[in-house]
């Protein structure tokens, strides 16, 4: 079903942040407006429930937000339909073509207008469903921060889908130890935390080798290339 995931993400997320008590139970409606609150329900971004529910009680509904709101609903559109669409259009273009063969400039223009089609849609959304929720007093945390200017893959992800990293390090990595283990439990709690990344994105096998991928590359850089990748100028970094 549509959202199914993200859906379940704050399930998770309300059941745990009451059991360890860092939120308190909330009335049936509560959690039904939080399980289901429109703007974040189909694409995110994920929003604890010990985030959610102090806004319940504390939540400020105003003209500035509202405006701020209505700002940053446009911007999201702005990103969608300007920007993501045009990639899209360039993309399906070229996307029948790929099977049978396509030049090597063709190929990288198609990675490349791929790349920015999935940022400015994704963040798009992001933006969208952020003033949305400011429309109605609350306040989500972004999703996005400038993603392709990270000077490396770890930082990538500290600053793409930032909802869905938060999600894992609170209710996966730090429960399994995080990084206060033996090297061998980090890389494996890594592992564990990638394989169901790529889990979460799709109940396929292309969908976990990508997270494992990641994962491997992630390790990789913090046992072995970090060091040397941080001595070299920026603009390599971020290449």
Do not use: C
Request: glycine share 8%; aromatic share 20%.
């Amino acid at each position: 079903p549509l959202g199914i995931s993200f859906i379940t993400f704050t399930a998770i997320s309300y059941l745990v942040d009451v059991f360890r008590g860092d939120a308190e139970a909330g009335s049936l409606l509560d959690v039904f407006l939080y399980l289901s609150f429109f703007p974040k329900v189909i694409s995110g971004p994920i929003v604890q429930w010990k985030d959610f529910q102090k806004q319940t009680v504390h939540r400020q509904a105003d003209e500035n937000a509202f405006l701020d709101g209505l700002n940053r609903i446009m911007i999201g559109f702005a990103k969608k339909v300007i920007l993501a669409d045009s990639f899209g259009a360039v993309i399906s273009r070229i996307d029948p073509y790929v099977g049978v063969g396509i030049d090597v400039p063709t190929a990288w223009l198609f990675a490349f207008f791929y790349m920015m089609q999935i940022y400015y849609d994704f963040s798009g959304y992001s933006d969208i469903a952020i003033g949305l929720a400011r429309l109605f007093g609350f306040h989500f945390k972004e999703n996005f921060q400038f993603p392709y200017r990270s000077k490396s893959i770890t930082e990538f992800w500290r600053r793409w889908h930032i909802s869905l990293g938060t999600w894992f390090r609170s209710y996966i990595y730090i429960p399994l130890g995080g990084n206060r283990v033996t090297v061998p439990r980090h890389l494996l709690n890594l592992l564990i935390v990638w394989f169901l990344t790529g889990l979460w994105h799709g109940a396929s096998w292309n969908f976990v080798a990508w997270g494992l991928f990641y994962g491997v590359i992630l390790i990789t850089e913090k046992y072995f290339t970090g060091k040397i990748l941080a001595k070299l100028p920026g603009a390599v970094q971020t290449i």
